[in-house]
């Protein structure tokens, strides 16, 4: 079975997030699923995604079948879950002052997915995503971290890192060379 990639960021977050797709090959076979804290505004972060990446971008919506091969981004003011072989999305209560958030989306890809989930932390303001990567690493799967000292807004990171013990905490062409090794 291929991975299941969950990613969080917030400020900051979108270069490291541009930089780590634009470097993924094109034969990717994992599932990758963003959170970027968005709120409820309009967002073009799918397209932007697509002008770099070599695979297929979209915002997820309720119900979506996960394949192999794509990148789905939370869409404003929706928490995004997953479940086996699809993608949930709701307006629950918002998570961390926020919605989109990012531990609904790992602690719902840890507990159907287990040690295939692959968690990456990035650059942003809060602690979101943290508990999420404590469950993905109760469950078996990899936590990564953005090396806080070249984050823009180490936060997140610095949360993340004092909350599980990441498997590492790495820059983000070093991510990018750990989630290869790990698809293949």
Known sequence: MDAIVVIAGSAGGFEALRRFVTALPTRCTASFFIVIHIGSNPSVLPSLLARTAGLHSAFAYDGAP??????????????????PSRVRLNQGPKVHHT?????????????????????????????????????IKEHGGTAL?????????????????AAVHPDAVLSISEIVQCVVALCS
């Open 99 to 135: 919605r989109p958030a990012a531990d609904p989306l790992f602690i719902s890809a840890a507990k159907v997915y287990g040690e295939r989930v692959i968690g990456i932390v990035l650059s942003g303001g809060g602690s979101d995503g943290a508990d999420g990567l404590r469950e």
């Open 145 to 161: 971290v953005q090396r806080p000292q070249h984050a823009s807004t180490p936060s997140m990171p610095l949360s993340a890192i």
């Open 66 to 83: 996960i394949e192999a091969g794509r990148i789905y981004v939370a869409p404003p003011d929706h928490h995004m879950l997953l479940e």
